[in-house]
């Protein structure tokens, strides 16, 4: 199964409502990424966050890593259509020569 | 500072051809990765390479092979193609293997009629 898994798959929201996404993930980790993806396009990096932070914040998104849960997650505030994307967690997995290993990713649709 | 590069933009192929596809790192990146991401689904890793030399594989057959040339440029090559290769490829770069945000280029759409 997926080192990191991304809950819910699809999030349906309106402009201006909060987004959270959650990625869970099974082994020990150094750190953890969230990245987006536009339709077609590669995955633009948004936050890394560190096994030993609790929580980071970058402009309107703020993660969440808690290690005894092996869970994080992305909130975005006050949603904007231009969000709309996938969203994928990556952690870094030994068993992967220390390469990072993405989720199936949150597909985010945020609706004017 | 120009980002990662692919190159094609697409790519049409048969069954049993052979694909090469190209990707020019962040100028002072060593590390390149590719990924395979099938239409609707997450990213697949397929190499890494670092410093020229192949560093990890995933779970992939050897029929996908790669190189990566003195000036960190790196070639993804998939011989005897078959149709479950149809999937947008992508390239990433990034300084150090470990704790640095990967840089991702656009991809390559490859299509296998």
Redesign the interface.
Known sequence: SQQGEEDPQALSIQEGENATMNCSYKTSINNLQWYRQNSGRGLVHLILIRSNEREKHSGRLRVTLDTSKKSSSLLITASRAADTASYFCATDDDNYGQNFVFGPGTRLSVLP | EAG?TQSPTHLIKTRGQQATLRCSPISGHTSV?W?QQALG???Q?LL?YDEGEE??R?NFPPRFSGRQFPNYSSELNVNALELEDSA?Y?C?SSFE???Q???????T?LSIL
């Open positions: 990662v990765y990924y689904l997450g990213l890793f890494w560093r990890n995933g947008l992508l990433a293997v470990h704790a945000p990967q840089h991702f280029g656009d991809g759409r």
